[in-house]
Every structure is written in structure tokens, then in C-alpha cells.
């Protein structure tokens, strides 16, 4: 989406725990929080906490209760009165008032609360998992390619939603987002790539070439490996994300990977100077890493080419017939989206500036300060209030910062 004198925003929606999630009020005080951030802000603003703002916060139980159409048709009312009315600057270079639309671009969240606040099924084994394209989970499971003529349309999910029938057409429910009046709900998803290859794809495949190397070839230990991953000099930058040590259970799957996006991201980057020396560069395990390890380093790039996009598709196809031929698993829905990134960095740009990772982030103040305050009467406004106020002192602190540049409402009563 193009728009003259117009600032693009998207909307983050994920729930957080922010009390113990081993005791007794495990989801109690679950709270679901909905941020927004500028996406016209350059990169270097994009990727900190500082452009997360918070939308709304509200209990995830009311959430269920209430269904996601309730809270979105909030939002829906802010936005159309943000697009139509805009915002009303003071712009010094013009000395004049200028006033600036607000329109929502996409939607950033992972797969979960894309599908629940899309209209999708939040269930991943549903006969149509994708949100993007209709393709059928059986074909799914092998396929390598983007099928671009399933990619879903406007007008097909508008149809698609009238018609209710959730095994036929993989939709829900039509959400209140298609009420916006500038874009179609189906064009705001988006792939998340710290869900889909940080928490899912990588994770998948260090697992597998780890329970080969180290409990099918006896290349070297699980000690000898976490002796290795506590010893080496990261650097200063990646020493912030060290990786933990990693279980046995994890590798033979009874148990989670164990570690966060950001120290999977450290992992996957220093992985070969921690084992390259104790297996075979010719094993078509090493190999599939190999592939992955490129594909990564192109898809976290901030600035992409349209040869780089072609190399990239290249790249996750031949990925995805090696990964079926050497582990003789089926396809996972985050799989499956590595065939669409190229189409989605071609139509909206490098996928980085997409990603959860600084909402994530976000959430540590909540958790922080619950555990501090420890007041549990109104969790939703106690910790909406102390943010806000923490963020109005950021913008207060800011030497560009000027409240006599905004032009709202009540200044114009006031004079």
C-alpha cells in the first residue's frame, strides 16, 4: 500500500504470562496485549522497544470470552477515525499545520494470533493451514514449490467467509478488519520469521543433525558440544544472546528446543566454528545446514535485491527436497511458508522489518514490574498505566520532542 501524506502503522497482537507459569495461577493473569509501532520509522528504530507502543491490554480469558471481533471492532472504530480525520502536525520547515493520515499496513504476529485474528482456525492440523494460499494439508506436507495459483484473493475470501464452511474453505469467520476502508483483511497478514525459522525450522534441524552426529555416528558428545558452546568467545554483541546448554531430551524430540529466539539466532550463526572440525563436510546432514544457514543470512537482510529474491526461492526449494529426502519427515506448516518469502519480500519488502522480536521484547516490562508491584486486582490497567507513563517520559525526554507541534481537539478549545 501507497499512500500520499498518509503514516503506516502495524498492529502486534500475543498474549504473555506474567506470573509464574509453574505455579498455581498459571494463566490466571495471562494478559493479551495489542502494541503498534510506525513502520515509516528508518530500520535502526524498527528493531528496538522504542517504536512499541501499546494499543490495548485486556485478560486473555476475556479474550475467549469475548472473541477476537469484539476487541478488533474497537481498533477497527480508532483506525477508520485516524484514516478519515488524520493527525493535525505543526511543520516547521513549511511553517504551517499539516495534517497526516493514519492507515494500518500489516499485521505482525505469530501464526497463532494471525489465524485467530484473520478468521482462521487457530488449529495448525486443519485441512487448510495456510492463511496465504488454499493448499490442503496432504499436498502440504511434500510440497517444495509456492503453489501461486492458490494464493488466496480478495474476492475468493470474502466468498469463502460467506459461505461459513470451515472444512471446504479453511476460513472461520469474516473479521471486522475487512471494514477498513482502504485494504482487504487477507492482503494485512504477514510471515513472522523469528516464529517460523528461530522457534520452528531451525530448531527442527539443529535437533535432527545433532541426534545424527552425536547418537547415530558418535562424530562427539553432547558434553563435549556444551563445553564448546560455554567456552567460545562470542563477541560483544552476541555474548548478550549466549546459548544455553542443550538437553538430550531436546535432541531426541521428548522435550523443547530450551532455548529463546534471539540465542537460537547467536546458534545458528557460530554453529559451524563449534563443530565443523569433529564431522564430515561431505554428509548430506551438514549439508541441509548448509542450505538453511544461507537461507537465513539472506532473509535477515534489511535491503534485498531482486537477485538475491530469485536465489533466495532457489535456495528453499532445494532446502526443502533435501530436508524430505535426508529426514524422511513431512512438511510443517512454518516450513511450508519458506515457499511464499520471496512472492512476500517482492510484494512488501525484506521480512525482517516483519518480525516479533522487538514486541517480545516488550513484554519483559510487564513481567518486571508485576513482580515488583505485585497487585493483581487490575492487572490490565495497573500495567497500562505504568507504561504509558514510562513511555511519556521517553517522549518528553527526547530533545526533538514538542507537544506545541501537535494540533489536537482540545488545543483548539482551549484557544
Same mark, same amino acid.
Given at each position: ?14 498474549? *504473555? ?58 481498533? !477497527? ?123 520452528? *525450522? ?14 547415530? @555416528? ?107 529426502? !535426508? ?24 521480512? @525482517? ?63
Amino acid at each position: 500500500m501507497k499512500f500520499q501524506d498518509c503514516i503506516i502503522i502495524d498492529i502486534f497482537y500475543d498474549d *504473555v504470562e506474567i506470573s509464574n507459569p509453574l505455579g498455581s495461577k498459571t494463566s490466571k493473569h495471562k494478559l493479551a496485549q495489542f502494541y503498534f509501532s510506525i513502520s515509516d520509522f528508518p530500520d535502526y528504530l524498527n528493531s528496538t522497544t522504542r517504536n512499541c507502543f501499546l494499543l490495548a491490554s485486556l485478560k486473555s480469558n476475556d479474550l475467549k470470552i469475548c472473541g477476537p471481533n469484539v476487541i478488533m471492532q474497537c481498533i !477497527v472504530n480508532e483506525l477508520t477515525v485516524l484514516y478519515e480525520q488524520g493527525i493535525t502536525f505543526f511543520d516547521q520547515d513549511l511553517g504551517e499545520h499539516k495534517t497526516y493520515k493514519i492507515a494500518l499496513g500489516k499485521i505482525r504476529e505469530d501464526n497463532l494470533g494471525q489465524h485467530s485474528g484473520i478468521g482462521f482456525p487457530e488449529g495448525f492440523t486443519a485441512t487448510y493451514p495456510c492463511i496465504m494460499c488454499s493448499i490442503n494439508k496432504s499436498v502440504m506436507r511434500t510440497a517444495t514449490s509456492g503453489h501461486y495459483e492458490l494464493l488466496r484473493t480478495e474476492t475468493q475470501f470474502l466468498v469463502d467467509a460467506a459461505e461459513g464452511n470451515l472444512k471446504k474453505t479453511g476460513v472461520k469467520f469474516l473479521t471486522c478488519l475487512q471494514n477498513l476502508p482502504y485494504v482487504s483483511a487477507i492482503q494485512l497478514p504477514t510471515f513472522d520469521i523469528m516464529h517460523d525459522l528461530f522457534e520452528g *525450522v531451525i530448531p527442527d534441524v539443529v535437533c535432527f543433525l545433532l541426534d545424527s552426529f552425536i547418537n547415530r @555416528k558418535k562424530n562427539f558428545t553432547l558434553d563435549k558440544l556444551n563445553h564448546r558452546i560455554e567456552a567460545f568467545n562470542y563477541g560483544l554483541h552476541y555474548g548478550k544472546s549466549k546459548p544455553r546448554e542443550i538437553k538430550a531430551q531436546a535432541i531426541t524430540g521428548k522435550s523443547g528446543f530450551g532455548l529463546t529466539s534471539s540465542q537460537t539466532i547467536t546458534l545458528t550463526i557460530f554453529f559451524p566454528f563449534l563443530i565443523a572440525d569433529l564431522i564430515s563436510k561431505e554428509s548430506r546432514e551438514w549439508n541441509l545446514f548448509i542450505l538453511l544457514r544461507c537461507i537465513v543470512d539472506i532473509v535477515m537482510n534489511s535491503e534485498l535485491s531482486v537477485s538475491k529474491v530469485g536465489k533466495l526461492q532457489f535456495l528453499v526449494q532445494e532446502f526443502l527436497i533435501e530436508y524430505l529426502d !535426508v529426514t524422511k519427515k513431512h512438511l510443517k506448516p512454518k516450513f511450508h511458508h519458506m515457499t511464499q518469502y520471496a512472492s512476500a519480500i517482492l510484494g512488501d519488502g525484506p521480512l @525482517k522489518r516483519f518480525w516479533s522480536m522487538p514486541f517480545e521484547t516488550n513484554h519483559k516490562f510487564f513481567k518486571k514490574y508485576m513482580q515488583i508491584s505485585c497487585n493483581f486486582m487490575n492487572v490490565p490497567k495497573t500495567t497500562a498505566q505504568k507504561y504509558q507513563l514510562q513511555k511519556c517520559f521517553q517522549l518528553l525526554a527526547h530533545p526533538e520532542f514538542k507537544i506545541q507541534n501537535v494540533k489536537t481537539e482540545n488545543s483548539e478549545n482551549d484557544e
